[in-house]
């Protein structure tokens, strides 16, 4: 009895891990595997840190892992929802900052949003924008708007140079 309940177990385990697997293997869960790498990150020029971007649980979900230099970290998950049909972002860091961001592959990458406050409490709608560039880049640019989208201050810049 304990071999047949085992067995069964183990089947269902396995046929799980395939769903699962197969479900994240659609075109959707890739349009953000052009940032999956370790890279050195610029900004205006300057070495501003480094950044490891993973594929975790199954390919289902993409993990970052961002140190600058100041010894600023912060990590990220991002995940294709398949219900809302649309990427969604959560990131955090040591200053004690939560981004929710959603949005979409564009011509130019990838585009995510949401509501945020700035350091004084007041609301500001995040976008920050990834973009793929020929030379085996990806550029990052995060940018805050107080005026619900009419207007855009850059917060940050990135350049991001792969390792080999």
Known sequence: MLIKTLS??????????????SLCDSPQYHAFDFWVGE???????????????TKILNGCVIFEEYQ?????????????DRQQQHWHQSWTDNAGLLLQLSGNR??????????????EGNLVLHRIT????KDDTV????QSSANDGKSWQTLFYGVYHKIQ
């Open 106 to 119: 564009d011509n130019n990458g990838m585009v995510l949003q949401g509501p945020g406050r700035d350091s």
């Open 130 to 133: 990834w973009q793929p560039k």
């Open 68 to 80: 600058a230099v100041s010894g600023y970290r912060g990590k990220s998950l991002n995940i294709f």
């Open 39 to 53: 890279w050195r990150v610029m900004s205006k020029g300057q070495f501003a840190g480094n950044s490891k971007i």
């Open 8 to 21: 069964i177990l183990l089947i269902a385990s396995c046929s799980f891990t395939l769903q699962a697997r």
């Open 139 to 142: 550029h990052q640019h995060w």
